[in-house]
């Protein structure tokens, strides 16, 4: 097996959780294929340099092996070599956000009646009543 479809290799790499999200990540335009917009059926090689943009945020990565298996956590990550860049900018965004945390900026989980109405006083959205 030499080439896999680009969602499968998501998939079984643990980049998102199910194949359909995977797909769509495609189709929204957040899956690069060596600077070029991929589609879920394009093949990925030994080699590719993939962009993947996801909630665990953007990593950027070299394919090393291919996989439509989706197997253990420590199986998946040797399908893949994140650059270094990518890596440095996933920690400093994390430092950032327990920055931000600590400070109050931002808050965990669902926000409260009180922080949706300043939220929207702050966009312009007041509502009197």
């Keep these: 097996m030499e080439t896999v479809r680009i969602d499968k290799w998501l998939w079984a790499a643990r980049f998102f959780k199910t194949r359909a999200l995977a797909s769509d990540a495609c189709d929204l335009g957040r899956i690069e294929s060596n600077t070029h917009r991929a589609k879920a ?45 990518s890596q440095g900018l996933r920690i400093k965004l994390a430092e950032e956000h327990k920055a931000m945390l600590k400070l109050g900026v ?12 300043e939220r929207s006083r702050l966009r312009g959205k007041v509502h009197r009543f």
Excluded: N, W
Aim: net charge neutral; no cysteine; proline share 4%.
């Design 41 to 85: 059926a394009r093949d990925v090689r030994v080699g590719d340099m993939l962009r993947i943009k996801s909630e665990a945020g953007e990593f950027h990565v070299e394919v090393l092996q291919i996989s439509e298996v989706r197997g253990p956590a420590q199986v998946a990550q040797t399908l893949y070599r994140e650059t270094l860049e």
């Design 106 to 117: 931002i808050t965990e989980g669902r926000p409260s009646k009180r922080d949706r109405q």
